[in-house]
């Protein structure tokens, strides 16, 4: 049993589904993604190197088809707002009891998705700088700024909560 | 003061625990003096735990079949990944993901502060929470002195699991690790919060001792799983059928899944059917009129739940 436990890929894929929702908020658009990541992920298993690191090329696959549906989609955009996202969440009855929950998904949505990304990657995925970095084909600086820029609009907004109107996400 | 000035990027590193760990110590100087960045940092890490709250629960539910199939197929394929066989439930690959995932006690006191208004599924929450705790509480408790380790030993588990199921009104058994190689040396009864309480005890040859906690929660929701880590002592919980389990070690989160995994399938086979001890009758699981079998030592190590009272052997 040389990959512990045998679960290393499950907690992989846990991990890309958990993003995927986070990033879409849709659970059949997530797991339509991740669906196409991994059917692409089987075609290009061959040019996975045993020893490397399986999580980054996992996300890195279902980064690259994100990108491709985002630009294909790039003719109708579509504006979706707060309020359908929040019927959508992944626990409607918890999201009620917490004000901080639903500030936080708003916080969440009003980021610039690039900024968003990197907030998910590593705060609720746990990934490293680095292979954020790779992932993205961005600078480890561009990395950096985003986060800390992400973080740093979040807790304006959580700190304003109470003083929040709806807006629009985008 | 300024010497060794900390940047934005390192109060981040150390926030996510990507931080050179000799710049550790320098950040953390610096937090204990600066009380913006000290309140950023936990900021930033209330930001995380709540994502963890908006977003694991995704890892609780299936995934959609044709994630399932690809995941198959995607394990026969990927290099360094044995084509294990579907030698595991379903349930406990999902619990074992979400337990490697999950990042509980983040934010400590944050969560806590808001934990007031509560519907029935964020009290359910809450007390397997506190069942995780007191399964930790207990194990750190009864395995810092070997003489007080259980109330009953396993000599006969017969009888230790039927006396534990009157205990917890449900049937419960200690089950069989020693595919992981731990040994059941006893058990005994503890109040919780959810009521009686069981607490297996198991040793390994290296004599590290993992406790299985067991009671019976008011609901069952088989959803439910989690990890906490408190000081060395690290627990996994979860429930299943009518009954919460609680196992806690000085283990690595990784070496504690793998024992919890022999629980779960254990669990899942369903209780043991062990030889009778050769000396006496057959006596197949729990006899109708159980007051007349019982022998006397077991009167005494059930009544009192403090462990003042002498252990029966030791």
């Known amino acids: ?170 | 003061m300024n010497a060794q000035r900390v940047t934005d990027d390192e109060l981040h590193a150390y926030v996510d625990g990507q931080l050179n760990p000799d710049r550790r110590l320098v950040v953390e100087r610096w937090l204990a003096d600066d009380s913006e960045a000290a309140q950023r940092a936990e900021d930033y890490r209330a930001q995380a735990a709540l994502l963890h709250e908006l977003f694991d629960p995704v890892l609780r539910e299936s995934a959609s079949d044709p994630v399932h199939d690809l995941t198959e197929k995607l394990r026969g394929r990927v290099a360094g990944n044995d084509n294990v066989p579907a030698w595991h439930a379903k349930p406990w690959v999902r619990m074992a993901a979400a337990v490697m995932l999950v990042v509980a006690g983040a934010g400590g006191g944050w969560m806590g502060r808001s934990a007031v208004g509560t519907s029935p599924a964020v009290q359910q929450r809450q007390t397997l929470q506190t069942f995780a705790e007191e399964a930790t509480q207990a194990h750190r408790f009864y395995t810092s002195d070997e003489r007080f380790q259980v109330e009953l030993n396993a000599d006969n588990q017969d009888e230790l699991n039927s006396w534990l199921s009157k205990r917890v009104g449900r049937d419960v058994f200690g089950p069989n690790l020693e595919k992981v190689g731990f040994r059941l040396i006893g058990g005994r009864s503890l109040p919780t919060d959810l009521g009686a309480g069981a607490q297996y005890m198991y040793v390994n040859d290296a004599n590290k001792r993992v406790t299985l906690f067991v009671g019976a929660p008011q609901a069952g929701n088989p959803a439910k799983f989690g990890f906490t880590q408190n000081g060395d002592v690290a627990t996994i919980y979860w429930v299943e059928g009518s009954l919460a389990y609680a196992l806690a070690g000085r283990l690595a989160k990784e070496e504690l899944l793998g024992i919890a995994e022999a629980v779960f399938n254990d669990v899942k086979a369903g209780p043991p059917r062990r030889d009778p001890p050769p000396q006496q009758q057959q006596n197949p699981q729990q006899q109708p009129q159980d007051q007349q079998h019982p022998p006397e030592q077991q009167q005494n190590g059930v009544q009192p739940i403090s462990d003042t009272q002498k252990p029966k052997d030791s």
């Open chain 1, 1 to 170: 049993m040389s990959s512990k436990f045998g679960v290393e890929l499950e907690v992989h894929i846990a991990s890309l589904r958990r993003y995927a929702r986070a990033l879409l908020r849709n659970r059949s658009d997530a797991e339509d993604l991740v669906q196409e990541a991994l059917t692409r992920a089987v075609a290009r298993a061959d040019t996975f190197k045993a020893g490397t690191n399986l999580r980054a090329w996992l996300f890195t696959i279902l980064h690259n088809v994100h990108v491709n549906q985002v630009r294909s989609k790039a003719a109708r955009p579509d504006e979706v707002d707060v309020d359908s996202v929040e019927s959508k969440l992944v626990t409607p009855a918890r999201q009620e009891e917490r004000v901080e929950l639903r500030e936080m998904m708003r916080a969440l949505d009003e980021l610039p998705e690039e900024q968003r990304k990197v907030l998910l990657l590593v705060a609720l995925e746990g990934l490293k700088y680095e292979e954020v970095a790779e992932m993205l084909g961005v600078p480890i600086g561009t990395v950096m700024s985003r986060l800390s820029r992400a973080r740093e609009a979040v807790r304006a907004k959580l700190a304003n909560e109470g003083s929040v109107t709806l807006r629009r996400v985008k």
